[in-house]
Nanobody, 122 residues
Framework: QVQIVESGGGLVQPGGSLRLSCAAS???????IGWFRQPPGKEREGGACISIIASFVSDSLKGRFTISRDNGKNMVYLQMNSLKPEDTAVYYC??????????????????WGQGTQVTVSS
């Protein structure tokens, strides 16, 4: 059974850090995992993706956000540093059975978690 569960969200002050976790069960290591976010009142946007071949972070988040993976634990992480109020959003983990990241379009991912709220505020 395929299941995705995000965790690690919360309230953090500007300039702080959070690490989000994505527990992906029912997948093999040959799975592309992406992180997306949806700020309040805005559309969902792609942030990062990792596969067995490569990983990447969107240009707007590069330098502050890092994606990593622990295949042994079926976990994917999003390390977020130097957080800003505009990073406030619900963060989603998504997966698709493919060896390469399909990009950062929501339409390219089949399985989704419920999301975890990240609030950056003083």
């Amino acid at each position: 059974q395929v299941q995705i569960v995000e965790s690690g969200g919360g309230l953090v002050q500007p300039g702080g850090s959070l690490r989000l976790s994505c527990a992906a069960s029912g997948f093999t290591f040959a799975t592309a995992i992406g992180w997306f976010r949806q700020p309040p009142g805005k559309e969902r946007e792609g942030g990062a993706c990792i596969s067995i071949i490569a990983s990447f972070v969107s240009d707007s988040l590069k330098g502050r956000f890092t994606i990593s993976r622990d295949n042994g634990k079926n976990m994917v992480y999003l390390q977020m540093n130097s957080l800003k109020p505009e990073d406030t959003a619900v963060y989603y983990c998504a997966a698709d059975f493919r060896r390469r990241c399909p990009g950062l379009s929501s339409n390219d991912y089949t399985y989704w978690g419920q999301g975890t709220q990240v609030t950056v505020s003083s």
